[in-house]
């Protein structure tokens, strides 16, 4: 199997379209996206979000790379410094941070600098994510031409230089960190409280960055409870000469399965897709020359089926099952965002379906059926009749137009004689609608 370095459109019956057919259709984007929508706090380009003096930083903005969410943290300190009604001083707490990862701490150095009367909350240790990445794990500061705001840089490519270089970077400007793992967050009287077990916390502003801390991704298969399955990968030399299956197409499951096979471990690849998607360039290069010396095989576009101590199966698109031996097995498939905390804060989530939501749905419905039922004379089912309000006729509404608007063969004469038919208006919004979404499309 050669490794597919970019994801392109592979569809049998796709591809056998004539060429400008094919290229419509690919650009139409017919089988992407696919699966459901993956839901976040939904939040505005600069973090914040419904909730006033709320921001949210970090992996959350959508951008899981290093420089990313130490840019978000910094600048999120400095624009509410910037804030015409944010004063510091006082007794309440100028700004409070939940979470000590990269874009945290980024924010509570960027709020020392500034004198700001602060904490930052952490419920487990700083840089906890980073801890958990497997042991001698590359590190890729991209983009390599961005200076992210603030004062946090990056110069090390291995996990443990990075962490002791973080580590170092936050004692040099007195970064202390608050054990408490914080509930929900709430809004009294323009002051903001962070509840946890004790008493809630009072700010003027904070800030999120805990990152994607929710639960672990699951496969939902039989056998995943075992003890041999696992979701994180700490040492890979701990399982040399081992049968191992990694499953997952980012860039974490990629780099798990390089340093496993660099370790003498026999690495089994599986990822749903056919193609692996934005992966690093780096990950492509490796994976291809493990991929030749044989100690890597990849199962793309397949499932796990099932779990068992000796052995795995996995299934295809084509449906047919391979059972391979297995000793271990890590699901490198992703967390989820912990939705619960933002939901309980009052911080909207993309695709929650709100009373907005619905009341939208419901008057779209009504005014399709009153367009449609207005465009036929205004007759109901079953012999009814719209009320005279709802059935207004435009030909006597447009009866005042004279002369040029009543001379034959005109512009005026035909605009007008088209818009005394409700059919027109019945047309006219069809061909808004698909205007409107086919510019929307366009865009995107």
């Not at 890729?140 to 490519?157: H, I, N, Q, V």
């Not at 973080?166 to 009287?189: F, N, V």
């Not at 499951?253 to 096979?261: D, F, G, P, Q, V």
Request: glycine share 10%; charged share 25%; aromatic share 8%.
């Amino acid at each position: 199997m050669t490794l597919p370095r970019v994801a392109h459109h592979t569809d049998p019956i796709i591809m056998k379209l004539p060429s400008p057919i094919r290229k419509y259709t690919q650009w139409l984007h017919g089988k992407w996206p696919a699966g459901g929508v993956e839901q976040a706090p939904a939040v505005n380009d600069d973090g914040t979000c419904n909730v006033a003096g709320v921001r949210v930083v970090g992996d959350l903005t959508g951008v899981p790379l290093l420089k990313f969410s130490a840019d978000t943290g910094a600048r999120a300190v400095q624009e509410i410094l910037e804030e015409k009604d944010f004063e510091k001083g006082g007794d309440t707490l100028d700004l409070a941070i939940i979470g000590a990862g990269v874009s945290g701490i980024s924010a509570a150095i960027e709020a020392s600098k500034s004198g700001l009367n602060y904490k930052i909350f952490e419920s487990a240790e700083a840089f906890s994510t980073i801890r958990n990445f497997p042991r001698k794990k590359p590190i890729y500061a991209y983009p390599t031409d961005m200076t992210p705001a603030g004062d946090m840089r990056f110069e090390s490519d291995i996990k443990e230089d990075l962490l002791v270089e973080l580590e170092k970077q936050q004692q040099e400007h007195g970064i202390e960190t608050t054990e408490a793992a914080i509930q929900k967050i709430s809004r009294s009287g323009g002051i903001l409280k962070l509840h946890t077990k004790a008493e809630p916390i009072a700010a003027k502003r904070v800030i999120i960055a805990i990152g994607r801390t929710g639960n672990f991704r699951k496969l939902n298969v039989p056998g995943e409870g075992l003890e041999k399955v696992s979701n994180r990968l700490i040492d890979a030399s701990k399982f040399g000469d081992k049968r191992i299956l990694v499953v997952g197409g980012g860039d974490s499951a990629m780099e798990a399965a390089i340093s496993l096979a660099e370790g003498s471990a026999t690495v089994d690849l599986s990822y749903r897709k056919k193609e692996f998607s934005r992966p690093k360039a780096e990950n492509v290069e490796k994976l291809s020359d493990l991929e030749l010396k044989g100690t890597v095989t990849l199962h793309m576009g397949t499932n796990v089926q099932d779990i068992s101590e000796e052995e795995l199966t996995l299934c295809g698109e084509d449906g047919c099952d391979k059972v391979i031996p297995n000793d271990y097995v890590f699901t490198l498939i992703g967390r989820e965002a912990p939705l619960g905390f933002f939901r309980k804060s009052g911080i909207h989530v993309t695709g929650d379906k709100t009373p907005r939501f619905y009341a939208t749905i419901a008057f779209s419905l009504l005014f399709c059926f009153w367009m449609y039922h207005w465009k036929k004379g205004g007759k109901l089912p079953f012999g009814g009749k719209l009320p005279e309000w709802l059935n207004p006729q435009p030909g006597s509404l447009l009866a005042g137009l004279q002369g040029w608007w009543d001379t034959t063969g005109t512009i005026g004469n035909i605009a007008k004689g088209a818009a005394s038919d409700p059919g027109f208006y019945y047309s006219l919004a069809y061909c808004l609608c698909v205007l409107i979404f086919g510019i929307r499309r366009i865009r995107r």
